[in-house]
């Protein structure tokens, strides 16, 4: 799996949206020497690298299982692969998971209504993203702990806090990899031969000029699914509710309002998105933002920062949950725009919704730590207790 190695300016930053403004004011691309990479800042070439293909490649090693799949491919060989998981993750199909998705939220709500205190993230933005994957995989109740424990382990990063080496997270990694690899090989094979109404099935049967999915291919997309799907939709709820509960006047404006909440989701993803950059790989040389990069160069584009790009927002600082419009970049631009987004807004509405009709008196814990996690791929916090 790659190690991502995050820039020295992104970590002495007293917060990367500082860093991220002093950048776009200065060197808004600006060649990172010790990461050997270029970095993006502005609103309109984070767009142009993201949906410019035919210059910004997205061709690259990714995770053991995922680099066979759509986020690593180029047109047109991506669009066809797209076309084919893309039959499975029809909107209508999103949208049918609605009720099954409320009750989630509402069970996970409910282990902590007797309590005086939770944890947003640990308790309920964590799993809820997590449960709906495996449902929908069709991963059976009682692989449910199993599922969950390899899935967190897929996406987490180093835990040096924990006294991890970065050969020891390696190590697990590749070992959970392949638990997780044969367990779904197992679930694939098995719905070969007895159908059932998953999304594993319809993969199986999806089809594009004759052509379907190989098992290999089949395998790699689920496991996009995890690591693309699970920690950013954690995020947007997360990240959307830090925003809301730093003012509390504005939570209790959403509170009086809850028609505003699809607005204030957009909102919650510009202000704090939960992927903060994507990579991309040059293909010829190629001038950007008055700097010309190299061919076979890496550059990063920061979505976080295009988010927050005063010459394309305006009052670009300030949390606006009815702001409109809200052309915000988090989900991505142009061909690999994400396929999940239907699903990270039905999941973000239902989960915000019951959050604001059970607690709607909620607040930040007093002397609460908000600890932020170190990725600067998937930003948002690892904890966010609040008083209810
Ligand atoms: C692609 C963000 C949730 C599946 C992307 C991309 C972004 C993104 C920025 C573009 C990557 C690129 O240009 O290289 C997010 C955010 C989410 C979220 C912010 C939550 C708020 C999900 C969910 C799923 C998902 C829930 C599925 C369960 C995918 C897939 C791609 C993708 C499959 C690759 C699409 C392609 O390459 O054509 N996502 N995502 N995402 N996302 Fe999401």
Not at 213 to 224: D, I, M, N, R, S
Not at 293 to 317: H, L, M, T
Request: hydrophobic fraction near 45%; glycine fraction near 6%; aromatic fraction near 8%.
């Amino acid at each position: 799996p790659a190690l991502i190695i995050p820039s020295r300016g992104w970590l002495q930053a007293a917060s990367p949206v500082d860093w991220y403004a002093e950048m776009r004011a200065n060197a808004p691309v600006y060649f990172d020497e010790e990461r050997n990479a270029y970095d993006v800042f502005s609103y309109e070439d984070v767009q142009r690298v993201l949906s410019d293909y035919a210059n910004f490649s997205s061709q690259r090693q990714g995770e053991e299982l995922t680099s066979q799949s759509i986020i690593n491919m180029d047109p047109p060989k991506h669009m066809k692969y797209r076309q084919l998981v893309a039959q499975a993750f029809t909107p209508k199909a999103i949208d049918a998971l609605a009720p099954r998705i409320s009750e989630i939220a509402k069970e996970l709500l409910d282990e902590v209504a007797d309590q005086p205190e939770f944890d947003i993230i640990r308790d309920f933005s964590y799993p809820l993203p997590v449960i709906v994957i495996a449902e929908m995989l069709g991963v059976p109740n009682q692989d449910r702990e199993k599922f969950k424990h390899w899935s967190d382990i897929v996406v987490k990063g180093v835990d040096f806090e924990a006294g991890e080496t970065i050969e020891q997270n390696l190590a697990l990694r590749h070992t959970v990899t392949q638990e997780l690899g044969a367990y779904f090989a197992e679930v694939i094979q098995s719905r070969a031969i007895e159908p059932k109404n998953d999304l594993i099935t319809a993969l199986l049967a999806a089809e594009v000029d004759g052509e379907k999915l190989t098992v290999p291919e089949l395998l790699g997309f689920a496991f996009l699914l995890l690591v693309a799907g699970n920690e950013t939709t954690t995020n947007l709820i997360g990240n959307t509710m830090q925003s809301l509960l730093e003012h509390p006047e504005i939570w209790e404006h959403l509170v009086r309002e809850p028609g505003l909440l699809p607005s204030a989701i957009e909102e919650g993803l510009r202000f704090r998105s939960p992927a903060q950059s994507m990579n991309r790989f040059t293909t010829q040389e190629v001038e950007i933002g008055g700097v010309v990069i190299p061919a076979g160069a890496e550059v990063i584009a920061w979505i976080g920062s295009a988010n927050r790009d005063d010459a394309k927002f305006v009052k670009a600082e300030q949390f606006v949950i009815d702001r409109s419009p809200n052309p915000h970049i988090a989900f991505g631009n142009g061909p690999h725009f994400c396929l999940g987004a239907p699903l990270a807004r039905l999941e973000g509405r239902i989960a915000m919704q019951a959050l604001i009709e059970r607690f709607p008196q909620m607040k930040l814990k007093q002397d609460a730590k908000l600890s932020i996690g170190l990725s600067p791929i998937v930003s948002g916090l690892k904890r966010l207790p609040v008083t209810i």
